[in-house]
């Protein structure tokens, strides 16, 4: 069964810092990576879809890598923003039988403070 | 506007009473699945369906149903709801089964 981890499981940084947000997969048999937003007591937000034959994909100060032969991802935040605060997570997409099933990490957790 | 809602968005109930969570997406997706978020847990995946008529179970199908008889709704149906079952409920669409998923607001669930 396919599992997605995600670390640091929470991060707080001063305003105007670049971050990088990790998320690791154990079966690289996957259709593609999807990142998403979460606000407190909200749904989610889509930020980025990767392709499995994609390496990047980018998204204003948001730039999303796969690295499918090795399971990971990054989510890059360039000069974060107070607004930036929430949860980020991540959802892999499975192949062939398992191509309607989303596997989710749990997600990091990040405060950027003024 | 391009949406998915999600009704109703609260819901405290009692254990055994039978309820109904409507979904609705107004984007002619193909796809809509169904979510649930517990603390520590994260986000398990209970029934999906690619298509109309067409459905399968996710990590956690267990004291759910699903049907999908037409393509803007996806209900989830509680039969005999328990106390395990209170969570945070989402509702998700996207234009295949491979594309980039919406979701809905949310319905939070409390089985007393």
């Known amino acids: 069964k396919q599992e997605v981890t995600q670390i640091p499981a929470a991060l707080s940084v001063p305003e105007g810092e670049n971050l990088v947000l990790n998320c690791s997969f154990t079966d690289s048999a996957i259709y593609n990576l999807q990142w998403f937003r979460q606000d407190p007591g909200k749904g989610l937000t889509s930020l980025l879809l990767?392709?499995?034959?994609?390496r990047e994909q980018t998204s204003g100060r948001l730039n999303a890598s796969l690295d499918k032969s090795s399971g990971r991802s990054t989510l890059y935040i360039a000069a974060s923003q107070p607004g930036d605060s929430a949860t980020y997570l991540c959802a892999v997409r499975g192949r062939g039988s398992t191509l309607g099933r989303l596997y989710f990490g749990r997600g990091t957790q990040l405060t950027v403070w003024p | 506007e391009a949406q998915v809602t999600q009704n109703p968005r609260y819901l405290i109930t009692v254990t055994g009473k039978k309820l109904t969570v409507t979904c609705s997406q107004n984007m002619n997706h193909e796809y809509m699945s169904w979510y649930r978020q517990d603390p520590g847990l994260g986000l398990r995946q209970i029934y999906y369906s690619m298509n109309v008529e067409v459905t399968d179970k996710g990590d956690v199908p267990e004291g759910y149903k699903v049907s999908r008889k037409e393509k803007r709704n996806f209900p989830l149906i509680l039969e005999s709801p328990s106390p395990n079952q209170t969570s945070l409920y989402f509702c998700?669409?996207?234009?295949?089964?491979?594309?980039?998923?919406?979701f809905g607001p949310g319905t939070r669930l409390t089985v007393l």
């Open positions: 990767i392709q499995s034959s994609q």
């Open positions: 998700a669409s996207s234009l295949s089964g491979t594309g980039e998923q919406f």
